[in-house]
Structure formats: structure tokens, C-alpha cells
């Protein structure tokens, strides 16, 4: 005898209801965003060389040095975030004569401050090159990255659109931004460093948002398609498309921060800001493809339906 098929609508009844809860989800979105928006408008953020300019060492020592060994040595001036380069093209170099620091913008007596450290501490070196350089992400290739960014939203709501409706795009896009000022309310509040892999990370951070959204709103056009009716309920067409995708999406998410930790932990010091910065887009990822972009599909399906109905009937 065949088993009575069972609704797919019916089969997550009673679960929590995350789209009736919309309001708080949005509400937590912007309590960190708006303290953000506040925060870089006041204090701003930590730029890097890469955006400042500094300057340049490089060195070749009697004898071979470790990182840490120079990096103990810049952490005595607060110059942790320098970027010192070993020897060698290989990242596995763990000890060479020859280094290349790059720190901020040094005055000559600061200069001359962190030689004669480098010398006591460490041993005697040769100069082979000292100049200051400008910054190397200027102000109109972060305008290129701003506009390429802009023109890449455009193209995932004319693409999404097409594969499935308007709405679904404009969501998309909207968690997207979300993720971003997120991201940037969060480096501009723990004053982290903001250099060229801050930017990677941003977008490392889109790429895996976009792929968690579009997978619910896969989901979400499917059952559309198999099990809902015209003037149904879309809170709990969104919930059941969110629950059945919910795995995958917790697999995902907690694979790639299970990386993104240990890249923090265990990598160097010049990777720690670039992890953390896919930590905290890789959480919001996941909390924008589940309670911002959904809840905001459903608020303009409805709205859509609603101006539909109210517009009078063709004689």
C-alpha cells in the first residue's frame, strides 16, 4: 500500500517562525550598523601602509634572523603591523639574512631608533635600500573597486531577475551591502588594520553571501512553484524553504570558519586582520542570507501582491 505523501508545507509546522520575527532580526542588523556608520564618521579607521604610504627597509644581517626576532623588535615601537618579508619567494622561509620591512611613515629620528635596536637586539646588518614610498592603493583604484562593486550589484539583480524575479535580487543585493557595512562597523570599532587584504577579504566575504542567498532563494522559487497557492501564507513558504536548506547552510558556514579560526590562531601576524575580517563576513553571510535577505523577499512579495489586488478589475 503507498504512503500517503506528505505536505512539504505541513512538515515543518510548529517550528520556530522566523519570518514573523522580522522586525527583531532587523532591528540587530542595525544596532551594529548605525553605531558603525557613527564610528567611522568620528574615529574613522586603522589604514595601512598600503593606504598611508610609509617606509621601506631592507636589510641583510651578518647572520641569518627569524620573523619573529624583527617583529619583537617593531613591537617595541608599535610597529607590529609592519609587513617584514624574509628572503625568498617561498612563504615556508623561516630564517634568512636578507629582510624587507615595511612599516609606517617614520621620522628620522624613529628611524634611526629602530636600527640601533635591530642592531643590539638581533646583530649587525647592512642597509641595501631606505626610502619612503606612497601609498600603494590610491585613492582612484579604491574608486575603481567601489564602482566595480556597484556595477557587479547591478549585474546580480539584472541576472537573478531573470532566473527567478526582481524581488529576489534587489534582496539579495541589499544583504550583500548589509554584510559589508557590517564588516566595516566592525574594523572601524576594534581600530583593526585596513590594508590590501582587507579588500580581498570584502570580497571573499560577497562571493560566499551571494552563493548561501542564492541557494535559499532557489529553494524559496521551488516551492513556490510546487506548493503554494495564490493568496497562500509566504512566512511559511520562506520558513520551510529556510529549514530545508538549513543544513547545508550550517555545514558551509561552520567549514569555512573552522579555516578562518585556524588561519587567526595559527597563521602570522600580518594574516590575523584578513582572517578576522572573513570571520565576521562569514557570520553575517549566513545571518543576512537567513534573516535580512528572506524577510526582506517576503515584505516586497507582499507588497507587490497587495498594490496588485488593490489596483480595479479589467472590464
Not at 98 to 119: F, G, H, S, Y
Not at 188 to 203: G, M, N
Not at 222 to 240: C, I, Q, S
Amino acid at each position: 500500500m503507498a504512503k500517503p505523501k506528505i505536505n512539504i508545507m505541513e512538515k515543518y509546522e510548529g517550528r520556530f517562525d522566523i519570518m514573523g520575527r522580522a522586525k527583531i532580526w532587523f532591528t540587530i542588523s542595525l544596532l551594529v550598523i548605525i553605531p558603525g556608520i557613527f564610528s567611522m564618521f568620528t574615529q574613522g579607521f586603522n589604514f595601512g601602509i598600503d593606504f598611508t604610504g610609509g617606509t621601506i627597509m631592507d636589510l641583510k644581517f651578518d647572520n641569518t634572523v627569524t620573523l619573529t626576532q624583527v617583529r619583537d623588535v617593531m613591537n617595541k615601537y608599535d610597529l607590529g603591523n609592519a609587513t617584514i618579508q624574509l628572503a625568498g619567494d617561498e612563504s615556508a622561509v623561516a630564517e634568512s639574512q636578507n629582510v624587507m620591512i615595511r612599516t609606517a611613515d617614520l621620522e628620522e629620528t624613529e628611524r634611526k631608533a629602530v636600527m640601533a635596536t635591530l642592531r643590539e637586539d638581533i646583530g649587525e646588518f647592512t642597509v641595501l635600500r631606505e626610502e619612503k614610498v606612497g601609498a600603494t592603493i590610491g585613492s582612484e583604484l579604491i574608486m575603481d573597486a567601489v564602482m566595480a562593486t556597484v556595477i557587479s550589484w547591478v549585474l546580480i539583480i539584472a541576472y537573478v531577475s531573470y532566473r527567478f524575479e526582481w524581488r529576489f535580487g534587489v534582496s539579495a543585493v541589499v544583504a550583500l551591502i548589509h554584510d559589508i557595512f557590517v564588516v566595516l562597523a566592525i574594523f572601524s570599532f576594534t581600530q583593526k588594520q585596513v590594508d590590501s587584504s582587507f579588500v580581498a577579504a570584502v570580497l571573499t566575504v560577497i562571493g560566499y553571501s551571494i552563493n548561501d542567498t542564492i541557494v535559499i532563494f532557489d529553494r524559496i522559487r521551488e516551492n513556490l512553484r510546487l506548493h503554494f497557492r495564490r493568496g497562500g501564507d509566504l512566512n511559511k513558504l520562506a520558513n520551510v524553504s529556510i529549514y530545508q536548506t538549513l543544513t547545508r547552510s550550517m555545514y558551509t558556514v561552520f567549514t569555512c570558519l573552522f579555516t578562518t579560526f585556524a588561519l587567526y590562531w595559527f597563521g602570522g601576524d600580518t594574516t590575523k586582520d584578513f582572517a578576522f575580517a572573513l570571520i565576521v563576513g562569514f557570520f553575517s553571510g549566513c545571518y543576512s542570507s537567513i534573516f535580512v535577505a528572506s524577510p526582506l523577499w517576503v515584505i516586497f512579495r507582499k507588497k507587490g501582491e497587495a498594490k496588485k489586488a488593490a489596483q480595479p478589475a479589467k472590464a
